[in-house]
C-alpha cells in the first residue's frame, strides 16, 4: 500500500469535483496544506512568522482559498512573512502580488524563472506583472525565525525551477521535507536534459540532508489527498504517511528519474 503513494503518477486529474477546494489540514506541527487536488500550497510556521511555499493559480476562487484556508487553521495571515515560489508557471505564483499588497509579505523566485514567467505564455492571466523583492539562487539558505529553507536549482521543468529542503516535527520528532519543485517531465530536448541531471542531484542532496517526508504541490502526483485523508482522521499508532523514510524518499525520486528517462527513448 505505502509503495504506491511512492510512484509518481504524472496524469493531471480533469475533472471538475476535483477542483472543489480540500479541507485546509494541518499535517505536521508547522506545515499545512490549503488547495485541490489539482494543486495547492503549503504554508510553514516559524517562529516569526509564516513562510508559503507557491500560491495556486491568480483567479480569485484561490485567492479566497487561501485566506479562508489560513482562516479554517486557526492562523492569522497578517503573520505571513514571505512566499517563497518554486517556478514561474500561473499555477505556483498564483497572485503572489495581491499577498504582498494586502499583507506585506515578501515575495521570492529564482532570477532565470522570473525572467521566464515575464514571458510565460502559458499563464492563465497573461504574462506576469509583479515585481520580485529578491532572487534566490542555488544552495541559498532562507531563514526565518527559527527555520532554515535550503533552496536548491533544479532546472527541467522550467529553465530556473527551485526545489526546497526544510525541517519540520511531528508529535516534536524530527523530520526533513524534500519538495521537488517543478513535476512535469518537460518535451524540450534541452531542458529533459537538464530535468534528468536536476532530479538525480537533488536526489543524492535529499540523502544527504535526511529527507524523509515527500511532498507535492501536485497532489494527483503522490496520492497526496489520500494521505490527507488519512492524516485527517488520523488515531493513536497510525503512521504519518507523508513520511516516507529516507530509503521511501530516494524510492520516490527514482520513480520521477524513471518517467524522465522513459519519456527520453519516447
Ligand atoms: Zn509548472
Redesign the pocket.
Known amino acids: 500500500m505505502e509503495k504506491y503513494w511512492r510512484i509518481p503518477n504524472p496524469i493531471k486529474p480533469l475533472f471538475k469535483k476535483e477542483l472543489e477546494p480540500f479541507p485546509s489540514t494541518k499535517f505536521f506541527d508547522q506545515l499545512s496544506f490549503i488547495g485541490n487536488p489539482n494543486v495547492g500550497c503549503f504554508v510553514l510556521e516559524t517562529s516569526e512568522g509564516i513562510i508559503m511555499i507557491d500560491c495556486m493559480e491568480p483567479q480569485n476562487q484561490y485567492v479566497e482559498m487561501i485566506e479562508k484556508g489560513f482562516s479554517d487553521l486557526d492562523l492569522d495571515i497578517k503573520d505571513l512573512k514571505v512566499i517563497l515560489i518554486t517556478?514561474g508557471?500561473g499555477?505556483?505564483y498564483g497572485k503572489a502580488d495581491y499577498f504582498r499588497e494586502k499583507y506585506g509579505c515578501k515575495l521570492y523566485i529564482s532570477k532565470i524563472d522570473y525572467e521566464y514567467a515575464l514571458q510565460d505564455y502559458r499563464s492563465p492571466v497573461g504574462v506576469l506583472s509583479f515585481e520580485i523583492n529578491d532572487y534566490l539562487d542555488d544552495m541559498d539558505v532562507f531563514k526565518l525565525g527559527d527555520t532554515q529553507v535550503t533552496c536548491v536549482m533544479t532546472p527541467g521543468?522550467?529553465p530556473g525551477c527551485l526545489s526546497y529542503i526544510f525541517p519540520v516535527t511531528d508529535e516534536g520528532v524530527k523530520h526533513m521535507v524534500g519538495i521537488w519543485g517543478?513535476?512535469?517531465i518537460p518535451r524540450d530536448p534541452g531542458l529533459i536534459n537538464d530535468y534528468l541531471n536536476s532530479i538525480r542531484r537533488f536526489t543524492r542532496i535529499c540523502d544527504e540532508m535526511g529527507c524523509d517526508v515527500e511532498i507535492s504541490s501536485h497532489p494527483f502526483v503522490n496520492n497526496g489527498i489520500n494521505r490527507l485523508e488519512i492524516i485527517r482522521n488520523i488515531t493513536d499508532g497510525v503512521h504519518n504517511p507523508f513520511v516516507v523514510g529516507k530509503a521511501g524518499y530516494q524510492y520516490t525520486m527514482k520513480g520521477f528519474e524513471k518517467m524522465c528517462l522513459e519519456s527520453m527513448e519516447n
Do not use: A, L, V, Y
Open positions: 517556478h508557471h499555477d505556483h521543468h522550467t517543478g513535476t512535469g
